[in-house]
């Protein structure tokens, strides 16, 4: 059975994923521009470390409309013929931002989400993350979280 939750339980998922696919507008030779990226959700919006240039960043700087792709399960049924899954899709706008004092929020923000037994380490990562990286802000315009189960 497929239903859709709402917004407050897909919140609550994607605060408990990990990892999720950027979508951006197709690149000069006609492609999307899809990546998969770690990602915190924090203060309302997704929050992705990355490096000041490449693609994903002139997509981003031309055209900030992006979807951002979380499948939270994922689940194969055999004896059903089906998959059971959680998905959330998120719609908005990309911005680049280059505030230190919020990059350093963030970076805290990472090394508690999934390196949080390396704490007595994460000086290097912060200052690596300082010197070499910028944030995309994704502001959250809709979301949409759906489920399957197949039982």
């Given at each position: 059975m497929d239903y859709y939750f709402d917004e407050a339980t897909a919140?609550?998922?994607?605060?408990?994923?990990?990892?999720?696919?950027?979508?951006?507008?197709?690149?000069?030779?006609?492609?999307?521009?899809?990546?998969?990226l770690s990602y915190v959700y924090y203060k309302e919006a997704i929050y992705i470390l990355s490096e000041p240039e490449g693609e994903k960043m002139d997509q981003i700087r031309k055209h900030p409309e992006a979807s951002f792709v979380i499948i939270l399960k994922d689940h194969i049924v055999p004896q059903f013929f089906t998959v059971q899954y959680e998905s959330v899709i998120i719609r908005g706008t990309a911005e680049i931002i280059e505030d230190p004092n919020l990059l350093s929020e963030i970076a805290q923000a990472f090394i508690q989400r999934f390196y949080s037994q390396f704490m007595h380490r994460s000086m290097t990562y912060m200052e690596s993350v300082l010197t070499n990286h910028v944030l995309i802000r994704l502001n959250i315009q809709t979301l949409t979280g759906k489920v399957h189960d197949a039982t």
């Open positions: 919140i609550k998922l994607i605060t408990n994923g990990t990892t999720g696919v950027l979508c951006l507008r197709e690149n000069e030779e006609g492609y999307p521009v899809s990546v998969p």
